[in-house]
């Protein structure tokens, strides 16, 4: 017989019913008197025993209010122990119930509405992991709709700091299998990787109706849960090839070839949503504004062939008789958003304030940036460009790499001869970035830089 819970006696709180209840608690609907605010208190069943497990359990609390204000994070208010040792979560209260409760009203949801929550989703546990945090049980129970529709990332009931070690194990029995990454059935210690494949699976179960694997639970033989575990993940019917290639990515069983980290996921689902125009400004500044907003509305930037990595700064062994002078390579008419640059000794044109969010490459096919602004946070800004002879779009990266008008521009010395007087851009990374936008007949590139392991902070390079 189901039995309805007591709620606590908690000071300053008035409990009421039951919102939800679970293996290992259950959440209530509360007031605080005080504020007069309506709350969701989440109160465990199990007892803490001893001084260190009250330690532990508070340590996890902070940690998750130090999320407190993403706006993607559930809000935890305060934390405690009832006077008969539970432990219990003071959280902002969320109306719209959980995805859990969506997927079974709507059933599965169109792609584009889980390729926009599922980008800020991984933003917010991008944030998460960046603070040293492991979520460890993200599934659609777990992911919470406030009254405006926003959805939040809730319960870290089983959240430690990553230094925790011993303390940080945590069983199978404690997770969803269903949506737990293959490595935790081999007790492998909590990971990053974990967190990226459990929320994967989430939006393919949202975007597709049904989960990326068919896991046996309870097993009933092991041979049959390895091969569950290792069944590759079949694409979603009608879903965009790359919503497809971005969630099949972070779902690989083998955790060493995941999608890195989640700012990475972030980034491959930011791809695929349109981007906002800027908004509309009474100031003398519209006519400025309104021409930077004809470059950004356009879609993403996309490039046929491979990303290139670890561009070195050294120009290619082509022959001098093979590279054109810097008046035969870059025609009279700069490429959109780049301008001739003063002095006729460094090739390349001059880019007016060009920077970018991650890039993301798609299936070795699909190249896209997110165009943000410089004095913003981003990760990449362009110090140089040129034009891209006819043919380029078709070349994979390592092929255009070998170009002369690459080799010859996108180097270290380009990169240091365009820093602003007083900044040193030593050491950093350099990639480049094909694009045709604003230019249909014929393709360009950036020439991209950042600080190795960091972000640039602001503009770090001359415009003109």
């Not at 575990?229 to 009608?238: G, Y």
């Not at 125009?277 to 930037?301: F, Y």
């Amino acid at each position: 017989m189901h039995v309805t819970p007591r709620p606590p006696v908690i000071p300053g709180l008035t409990l009421g019913a039951p919102l939800g209840q679970g293996g290992f608690g259950t959440v209530f609907l509360a007031r605080q008197d005080r504020l007069q605010r309506d709350v969701a208190v989440k109160v465990d069943n199990r007892v803490l025993q001893t001084d260190r497990d009250r330690e532990r359990f508070l340590r996890e609390a902070r940690a998750a209010a130090r999320l407190s204000g993403h706006p993607h994070v559930v809000n935890v208010y305060d934390a405690g122990v009832t006077v008969d040792g539970r432990p219990y979560i003071v959280m902002e209260l969320c109306t719209g119930g959980s995805l859990a409760d969506v997927l079974a009203r709507r059933g599965r949801l169109p792609a584009h509405e889980v390729i926009e929550m599922g980008a800020r989703l991984a933003d917010a546990l991008a944030r998460v992991h960046n603070l040293g945090i492991l979520h460890r049980d993200i599934k659609p129970a777990n992911i919470l709709v406030n009254g405006f529709g926003t959805v939040k990332l809730a319960d870290f009931g089983l959240a430690a700091i990553l230094d925790a070690h011993a303390e940080s194990t945590v069983t199978v029995g404690a997770l969803s299998p269903y949506y737990a990454a293959p490595e935790v059935f081999a007790h492998a210690a909590p990971s990053p990787q974990g967190d990226i494949y459990s929320l994967a699976a989430t939006l393919y179960m949202l975007a597709s109706g049904a989960r990326p694997r068919d896991i046996p639970w309870p097993a009933q033989s092991l041979d049959g849960l390895i091969a569950a575990l290792r069944a590759p993940v079949s694409p979603i019917e009608d879903a965009p090839p790359a919503l497809n290639a971005a969630l099949l990515n972070a779902l690989a069983a083998d955790s060493s070839r995941r999608t890195t980290n989640a700012a990475q996921l972030r980034d491959e689902l930011d791809g695929l949503r349109p981007i906002r125009p800027l908004p509309t400004v009474s100031t003398n500044r519209v006519k400025v504004l309104k021409a930077a907003a004809a470059v950004v509305v356009v879609p993403a930037l996309v490039a046929g062939g491979f990303l290139l990595r670890g561009l070195t700064g050294t120009a290619g062994t082509t022959t001098q008789a093979s590279q054109p002078t810097a008046a035969a390579a870059a025609p009279a008419a700069a490429p959109p958003g780049m301008t001739a640059c003063a002095g006729s000794d460094i090739n390349g044109f001059c880019v007016q304030d060009k920077c970018f969010g991650g890039l993301v490459n798609i299936a070795d096919v699909d190249i896209k940036a997110r165009p943000t602004d410089c004095g913003a946070e981003h990760s990449w800004q362009a110090f140089t460009g040129t034009w891209l002879p006819k043919g380029a779009e078709d070349m994979t990266g390592t092929a255009i790499a070998k170009l002369p008008e690459v080799s010859r521009v996108c180097t270290a010395a380009v990169m240091t001869a365009r820093t602003v007087p007083g900044q040193s851009t030593d050491g950093w990374e350099i990639e480049i970035l094909p694009s045709k936008t604003g230019s249909p007949d014929r393709s360009y590139l950036y020439c991209l830089a950042k600080p190795k392991g960091g972000e640039p902070d602001g503009s770090v390079f001359v415009t003109g």
